[in-house]
T-cell receptor, first 115, second 113 residues
Framework: GEDVEQSLFLSVREGDSSVINCTYT??????LYWYKQEPGAGLQLLTY?????DMKQDQRLTVLLNKKDKHLSLRIADTQTGDSAIYFC???????????????FGRGTSLIVHP | ETGVTQSPTHLIKTRGQQVTLRCSSQ?????VSWYQQALGQGPQFIFQ???????GRGNFPPRFSGLQFPNYSSELNVNALELDDSALYLC????????????FGQGTRLTVV
């Protein structure tokens, strides 16, 4: 079965880089996502990476994928207090019938940015 | 603002009752997915609707059911509510089943007492 693991908390100083890690178990994942959730809000898609890629960069965000180890990371450069939120990693796998894509989310990493 | 709206925002129900939650998709999106997010957990996939048909289901009992309408808005119905059904219910819409970008609503906070 699918399982996505994340560390629960990360605390960084403003201006530093944050690295949030995630491991997954399903090697047939088609793509992997990072979402951000602020208090009382829904999920905001930050970025995603196809499973055949190693790295993706999008402004302050860098996603690294190690498919052999089933390890995904999200690096946020120059972290700001506005980046404080819960970050979810999710893997997407295609259903057995092939008709749908099923997401599995981790429990989320709470990022705290202090001045 | 994602263009996905959910109603109501908060709801309190009694164990054993039934509840209907609503989701209005972003314009042009024909696929809607529903998730349950318990406190301190990640969202869990309930099911997905594509062009008014259920297109995939997570590990939820049959008392969780849904509908999608011709305008692609959607409902989640939960019968015989249990205390453990207390959670934030999120819907997300996308352009199609394999679309990489899904837009989430703000969620409905359901409390079962």
């Amino acid at each position: 079965g699918e399982d996505v693991e994340q560390s629960l908390f990360l605390s960084v100083r403003e201006g530093d880089s944050s690295v949030i890690n995630c491991t997954y178990t399903d090697s047939s994942s088609t793509y992997l996502y990072w979402y951000k959730q602020e208090p009382g809000a829904g999920l905001q898609l930050l970025t995603y990476i196809f499973s055949n890629m190693d790295m993706k960069q999008d402004q302050r965000l860098t996603v690294l994928l190690n498919k052999k180890d089933k390890h995904l990371s999200l690096r946020i450069a120059d972290t700001q207090t506005g980046d404080s939120a819960i970050y979810f990693c999710a893997e997407i796998t295609q259903s057995r019938t092939g008709g749908s894509y099923i997401p599995t989310f981790g429990r989320g990493t709470s990022l705290i940015v202090h001045p | 603002e994602t263009g996905v709206t959910q109603s109501p925002t908060h709801l309190i129900k009694t164990r054993g009752q039934q509840v209907t939650l609503r989701c209005s998709s972003q314009s042009g999106h024909n696929t809607v997915s529903w998730y349950q997010q318990a406190l301190g957990q990640g969202p869990q996939f309930i099911f997905q609707y594509y062009r008014e048909e259920e297109n995939g289901r997570g590990n939820f009992p049959p008392r969780f059911s849904g509908l999608q309408f011709p305008n692609y808005s959607s409902e989640l119905n939960v019968n015989a509510l249990e205390l453990d059904d207390s959670a934030l219910y999120l819907c997300a819409s996308s352009l199609g089943v394999g679309d990489t970008e899904a837009f989430f609503g703000q969620g409905t906070r359901l409390t079962v007492v």
